[in-house]
C-alpha cells in the first residue's frame, strides 16, 4: 500500500543492519532491527484499539523505543501527537482532550496521575519508560515485527504538533505526510546529508527540532544518529569525535563555549553545526567561529510551517541572518495592518507559502482562517526584514511570546494563571534577556487593594497546573502596571525596566 512517508523514510531500510541509533551507553541499533520494534509497536497501538486517522499521544522520556512509536504512527497510519515530558497533568488534559486522541502513551512513574486524564477523555493508556520498558512494551513483545503498511496519501495526517497560542489556548497544529516529507527533502540537499552522516542528537523528540528537522533528514539521507538523553557537554564533547554534524539550539552553543574543551582539535572533523528555534546572537556565531574555526549555519522555521529559511551550505553564512528561503518555500514579507509587501530592507511580518505549511489547527477553523492571507500565505507573526540578496533577519515578534532555551511560552497562559491566584490584581508576564536560555520569565505583578503579595506563595500556587519552563524566574510586585493612552499594559517599558534581573 502507498504510505507517503513511510515510503520515503522507512521502507528503503527494511532489513538493514546499518547502524541508525548510537545510544549514550555505546549500544548500536540497525535500521532494521529499529523497523522491526515499530512494527511489533503498531501492533500494540491497533490492539489498543487504535485506527487510521486516530491519534496516539506520547508523552515520554526520549528513547529508541520512543522513537519506535513515531516510525509505528506513520506506518499504521496513526496520527503521532508528542507531548513535552515537563507538561503537568492538566496540561496534558488539555492536549488528550482537545486532539481525541484514542491512546495515551506515558513514563510509569506519571501514570497513576494520567490514568484519570485517559479515562475522562476515552483514551486507553499504556506505559513505556526510558528504558523501554511498559505495558506498551510488554504488549508488543509478542507480536510479529511486520506490521502491514497504512495506505496515507500526501495530504493525510501524520502528526499533530500543539502549539500555544496568544489567547492562552494550545493550538493542534495539523501536519500532513506531504508537509514533512517536502521539509525533509529540501534539508537534505540543501544541507548536503548523506548516509555517510552521523548527527549528534540531544535534542528533545516532542517538537519539530529533534522529531522532524532531525530525525526525519537522517532517515531520508539514510544516516546515524547518536541518541542522546538530553543537553549534557560532557557527553557532547565525548561524542564529538563519532559526528560529522550536530544541531541544536543556540543554549547548545553557548553552553559549549562555556566549556574550556571546545576548541578547534574537538571540532576540525565536523562537517556543520546548525542552530534554529531561536534566535542565535550573532555574537555567539563570531565566538564560536573564533574558537573553532567553524560558521554555526542559523536556520528558521516554525511549527507549524517546518523549515523556512536557512543559511546557505556553501555560500556566505550570515551572523544575525536566518538566510534563504528553501526550496520550495517562498517568503514575502508584508505590511502587519496592510497585508502589503514592503519594499527590500523594511521591517514587516513573514509570510510563507509551500509544501511545508500545515494544514491548519484542529477544529478551529476561524483561527486557522485568521492566520492565512487569502492567497495561500499564512502570516508567521514574526517581524523580518529581507535584504536585496534574499537573507532574512528576524528583528522581532508581532506575537506575544517568550521563547527560553528554544521553549516557546506563551504570557497569557502564565498571565491567566496568576490572575487566578488570592490577592492578585492583575499581572504581565515578559522575557528579559537570559545568559543561558536566551530569555527568562519575568512576572509583574499587582496586588487587589488591601491584599499582601508574597511570591512564593504565587509561584506555589501556579506549580501544579504549569510545565515548569513556563514557570516565572523572577517575581515582581509592584503598585500598578506602566500602561499607554490606551490602557494598553506597555510590556516593552517592563522588558526594560527588568531587562537586568537574570545578568550574570
Ligand atoms: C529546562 N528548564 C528550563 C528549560 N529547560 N527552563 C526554562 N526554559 C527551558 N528551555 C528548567 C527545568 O524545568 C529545571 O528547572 C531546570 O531548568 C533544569 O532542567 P534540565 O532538564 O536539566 O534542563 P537542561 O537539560 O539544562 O535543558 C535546557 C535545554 C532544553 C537544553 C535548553 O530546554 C532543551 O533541550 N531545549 C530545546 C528545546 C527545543 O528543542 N525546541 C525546539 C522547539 P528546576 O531546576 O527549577 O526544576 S521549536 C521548533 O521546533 C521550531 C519549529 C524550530 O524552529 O525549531
Ligand atoms: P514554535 O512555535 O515552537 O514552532 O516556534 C517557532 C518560533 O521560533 C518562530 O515563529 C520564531 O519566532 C522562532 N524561531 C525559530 N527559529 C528561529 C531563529 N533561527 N531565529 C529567531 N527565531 C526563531
Known amino acids: 500500500m502507498p504510505n507517503t512517508l513511510y515510503d520515503a523514510l522507512f521502507a528503503p531500510h527494511a532489513g538493514s543492519d546499518k547502524t541508525f541509533?548510537?545510544?549514550?551507553?555505546?549500544?548500536?541499533?540497525?535500521?532494521?532491527?529499529?523497523?522491526?520494534?515499530?512494527?511489533?509497536?503498531?501492533?500494540?497501538?491497533?490492539?489498543?484499539?487504535v485506527k487510521p486517522g486516530d491519534r496516539v499521544a506520547l508523552q515520554a522520556k526520549k528513547s529508541a523505543e520512543a522513537l519506535a512509536v513515531y516510525a509505528a504512527c506513520v506506518q499504521g497510519g496513526f496520527v503521532f501527537l508528542p507531548l513535552n515530558t515537563a507538561y503537568t497533568p492538566a496540561e496534558v488534559e488539555y492536549f488528550v482532550s482537545d486532539a481525541g486522541a484514542r491512546l495515551l502513551i506515558c513514563d510509569g512513574a506519571g501514570a497513576a496521575a494520567l490514568s484519570p486524564?485517559?479515562?475522562?477523555?476515552?483514551?486507553?493508556?499504556?506505559?513505556?519508560?526510558?528504558?523501554?520498558?511498559?505495558?506498551?512494551?510488554?504488549?508488543?513483545?509478542?507480536?510479529?515485527?511486520?506490521f502491514p503498511v497504512a495506505e496515507r496519501g500526501p495530504d493525510d495526517l501524520a502528526a499533530f504538533l500543539y502549539t500555544s497560542g496568544?489567547?492562552?489556548?494550545?493550538?493542534?497544529?495539523?501536519?500532513?505526510?506531504d508537509n514533512l516529507l517536502s521539509n525533509a527533502e529540501a534539508l537534505v540537499g540543501e544541507w548536503r546529508f548523506t548516509g555517510d552522516d552521523v548527527l549528534l542528537h540531544a535534542l528533545p523528540i516532542f517538537h519539530t527540532h529533534g522529531l522532524f528537522v532531525a530525525t526525519n533528514v537522517i532517515l531520508l539521507c539514510g544516516g546515524a544518529m547518536i541518541f542522546l538523553p538530553?543537553?549534557?557537554?560532557?557527553?557532547?564533547?565525548?561524542?564529538?569525535?563519532?559526528?560529522?554534524?550536530?544541531?541544536?539550539?543556540?543554549?547548545?552553543?553557548?553552553?559549549l563555549l562555556s566549556d574550556p574543551r571546545l576548541d578547534r582539535a574537538l571540532v576540525s572533523h565536523m562537517r556543520l553545526f546548525v542552530s534554529g528555534s531561536a534566535p542565535l546572537l550573532a555574537?555567539?556565531?563570531?565566538?564560536?567561529e573564533r574558537r573553532t574555526g567553524q560558521r554555526i549555519l542559523e536556520r528558521y522555521g516554525m511549527t507549524e510551517t517546518n523549515m523556512n529559511t536557512s543559511n546557505p551550505y556553501d555560500g556566505e553564512r550570515r551572523a544575525g541572518t536566518v538566510g534563504l528561503p528553501l526550496p520550495g518555500v517562498s517568503i514575502r514579507i508584508c505590511d502587519?495592518?496592510?497585508?502589503?509587501?514592503?519594499?527590500?530592507?523594511?521591517?514587516?511580518?513573514?509570510?510563507?507559502?509551500?509544501r511545508n505549511v500545515f494544514k491548519g489547527y484542529w477544529n478551529m477553523p476561524e483561527k486557522t482562517k485568521e492566520e492565512f492571507r487569502t492567497d495561500g500565505y499564512f502570516i508567521t507573526g514574526d517581524l523580518a526584514q529581507m535584504d536585496g540578496d534574499g537573507y532574512v533577519t528576524i528583528v522581532g515578534r508581532a506575537k506575544d511570546l517568550i521563547i527560553s532555551g528554544g521553549y516557546n511560552i506563551y504570557p497569557k497562559e502564565v498571565e491567566m494563571l496568576l490572575d487566578e491566584q488570592p490577592g492578585v490584581l492583575e499581572s504581565a508576564v515578559v522575557g528579559v534577556p537570559h545568559p543561558d536560555l536566551?530569555?527568562?520569565v519575568v512576572a509583574v505583578v499587582t496586588a487587589k487593594k488591601g491584599a499582601s503579595l508574597d511570591p512564593e506563595a504565587l509561584l506555589a500556587g501556579?506549580?501544579?497546573?504549569?510545565?515548569?519552563?513556563?514557570?516565572?524566574?523572577?517575581?515582581?510586585?509592584?503598585?500598578?502596571l506602566p500602561r499607554n493612552t490606551m490602557g494598553k499594559v506597555q510590556k516593552n517599558v517592563l522588558r526594560d525596566r527588568y531587562r537586568d534581573v537574570f545578568a550574570r
Open 21 to 49: 541509533l548510537v545510544l549514550k551507553d555505546g549500544r548500536r541499533l540497525g535500521y532494521g532491527a529499529f523497523l522491526d520494534m515499530a512494527g511489533r509497536f503498531a501492533h500494540a497501538i491497533a490492539a489498543a484499539g
Open 117 to 146: 486524564v485517559a479515562e475522562k477523555a476515552g483514551a486507553a493508556l499504556r506505559t513505556l519508560d526510558a528504558d523501554g520498558s511498559g505495558t506498551l512494551a510488554d504488549a508488543a513483545a509478542a507480536q510479529p515485527a511486520a
Open 166 to 177: 496568544t489567547t492562552g489556548r494550545s493550538k493542534g497544529a495539523m501536519l500532513t505526510h
Open 230 to 255: 538530553g543537553l549534557d557537554v560532557d557527553d557532547l564533547i565525548r561524542f564529538m569525535p563519532q559526528a560529522t554534524t550536530m544541531m541544536g539550539v543556540p543554549t547548545f552553543y553557548t553552553r
Open 283 to 288: 555574537e555567539t556565531h563570531v565566538e564560536f
Open 336 to 354: 502587519p495592518e496592510t497585508g502589503r509587501e514592503v519594499a527590500a530592507g523594511e521591517i514587516g511580518v513573514i509570510e510563507v507559502k509551500g
Open 438 to 440: 536566551g530569555e527568562g
Open 462 to 480: 501556579i506549580r501544579d497546573r504549569l510545565a515548569r519552563f513556563k514557570q516565572p524566574r523572577h517575581v515582581a510586585i509592584v503598585d500598578e
